[in-house]
Each structure stands twice: as structure tokens, then as C-alpha cells.
Nanobody, 121 residues
């Protein structure tokens, strides 16, 4: 079945860095747009960064200049490089893959299980 698996989370001090990975299986990874989201208790899930199938990127204002999203299609993997980290970045980070057919008839959307990022200050 389709699966997205995040990894790379952990505990880091403010000012440090982490690189999150999102590895997909059972999908044509290269045609999917990838998004990284994060969620903290009591808050809605928020978009952090996106990278399209043709590698166009976008970032939320809160992470712009600090985070970099990338993808390696041959590895079916997307990355989120985070540096420098702030305490406000503490959250569970989720990977999302989405594909819409050219006529917007169907949307395929998948989520990973999340990986915890904790930034101490």
C-alpha cells in the first residue's frame, strides 16, 4: 500500500539543525507535489514548505530563510533541512504527497505518520 515515512526528528538545541526525510513507496513519486506540515498540541496543522513536481518551492513566513525543502526523485525522498532551529519550531512534522490529474478529476493525497522535532532553548 501507499506509504510515506518521515524520519530525522529528534531533540536539538536552539540554533542547531535537523534534516527531515520523507520516503514514499508505491506511488509515482516524481509526479507528486510534496508538502511539509507541522502540528503542536491544541493547534491546527500548518503548512511549512512545499515543493512541486518540477521543484518549485514555497515556504511559510515563519520558516523562510531558515528551512530548505528539496527532493530526490530517484530515491523517492523529500527533505526538509532546518537551520537554525528555534524553540517555536517544536512540533510533529508531517509529510504530504498530493497529485491532481490534469483535469482535476481526481486528487490523490497521502500523509505520513509524523516525526517529532523538539527544540530546547
Amino acid at each position: 500500500q501507499v506509504q510515506l515515512v518521515e524520519s530525522g526528528g529528534g531533540l536539538v538545541q536552539a540554533g542547531g539543525s535537523l534534516r527531515l526525510s520523507c520516503t514514499a513507496s508505491e506511488i509515482a513519486f516524481s509526479i507528486y507535489d510534496i508538502g511539509w506540515y507541522r502540528q503542536t498540541p491544541g493547534k491546527q496543522r500548518e503548512l511549512v514548505a512545499t515543493i512541486t513536481s518540477n521543484s518549485k518551492t514555497n515556504y511559510s513566513d515563519s520558516v523562510k530563510g531558515r528551512f530548505t525543502i528539496s527532493r530526490a526523485n530517484a530515491e523517492n525522498t523529500a527533505y526538509l533541512q532546518m537551520n537554525p532551529l528555534k524553540s517555536e519550531d517544536t512540533a510533529v512534522y508531517y509529510c504530504n504527497a498530493e497529485y491532481r490529474d490534469p483535469y482535476n478529476t481526481y486528487t490523490y493525497n497521502y500523509w505520513g505518520q509524523g516525526t517529532q522535532v523538539t527544540v530546547s532553548s
